[in-house]
């Protein structure tokens, strides 16, 4: 069973800081490119970062201020997230895109979500 496991989310005030972690809790396989979502109040979906290979894009409102790392010997990405708003309050989902180590199979699989709070 492929699980992603999210933590990092919490309860801060304006300007303050947060970093979420995304692990693959499965070493059958690779991280192959990495993506971070969130879900705003009101719902609207966006896509926050993504990270393939060397190329790494952002969201315009939160460029400047976050941050997406990876540590492949650990099967793990990162978002850093600084100086947040309330803007930036929702529901962080990581998703990865893994390579099957055996095959070269390439799979996706989506984290629980975490709640990031910023309060003014």
């Known amino acids: 069973q492929v699980q992603l496991v999210e933590s990092g989310g919490g309860l801060v005030q304006t300007g303050e800081s947060l970093k979420l972690s995304c692990v693959l809790d499965?070493?059958?396989?690779?991280?192959?490119?990495m993506n971070w979502h969130r879900r705003l109040q009101g719902g609207m979906r966006e896509l926050v970062a993504s990270?393939?290979?060397?190329?790494?894009t952002y969201h315009d409102s939160v460029k400047g201020r976050f941050t997406v790392s990876r540590d492949y010997e650990r099967n793990a990405m990162f978002l850093q997230m600084d100086n947040l708003n309330p803007g930036d309050t929702g529901v962080y989902i990581c998703?990865?895109?893994?390579?099957?180590?055996?095959?070269?199979?390439?799979?996706?699989?989506w984290g629980q979500g975490t709640q990031v709070t910023v309060s003014s």
């Open positions: 499965n070493d059958e396989f690779s991280l192959h490119a």
């Open positions: 998703n990865m895109v893994v390579r099957r180590r055996r095959n070269g199979v390439l799979l996706g699989y």
């Open positions: 990270m393939n290979g060397d190329t790494t």
